[in-house]
């Protein structure tokens, strides 16, 4: 069956070539603090935050940096037109800080045993743009 409701518009988030660059030289979890305390509404470095915190077998910590890069990213996501539903592409790199603090959440969720909150960012991050959840179910 064919959805002949007009689907909204994928959202294309701003690139930020500065913090962009500030994160790929961050090569400890001290400078990847320091992105996040220059740029506080830039997802990528909270996403990075959580992965790490994941990676060391903190999952409280985990969920804290995924929750906040997650939420930074839906104020961006609203600024810029989504208006609660929609594409929020994988190959548009801007849109991959939300998407994997997005993610990172879903993970840390589950290592708490929170399992609706994971189920609903696996559907969230899946709705988004099924690209992300196999480039980031890898």
């Known amino acids: 069956m064919q959805n ?3 689907q909204p518009d994928p959202t294309l988030l701003p ?3 500065h913090a962009d ?5 961050a090569d400890t979890e001290e400078a990847v603090k320091a992105v996040a305390a220059a740029f506080p509404t830039y997802s990528a470095a ?3 935050l959580a992965e790490l915190a994941i990676e060391g077998g903190e999952p409280v910590t985990a969920y804290a940096y995924a929750r906040t890069g997650y939420h930074r990213g839906l104020d961006q996501l609203r600024r810029n037109g989504w208006r609660g539903a929609g594409p929020v592409p994988w190959s548009h790199e801007p849109n991959q ?6 993610h990172a959440l879903g993970q840390a969720a ?7 909150e994971a189920e609903r960012c696996a559907q969230f991050l899946n709705d988004s743009d099924p690209a992300a ?6």
Request: glycine share 6%; net charge neutral.
């Open 15 to 17: 690139a930020d070539p």
């Open 4 to 6: 002949l409701l007009p």
């Open 21 to 25: 660059e500030l994160l790929a030289k």
């Open 46 to 48: 909270w996403a990075r």
């Open 97 to 102: 800080g939300f998407l994997r603090a997005l």
């Open 133 to 138: 959840t196999a480039a980031l179910n890898r």
């Open 110 to 116: 589950a290592a708490i045993g929170e399992t609706e």
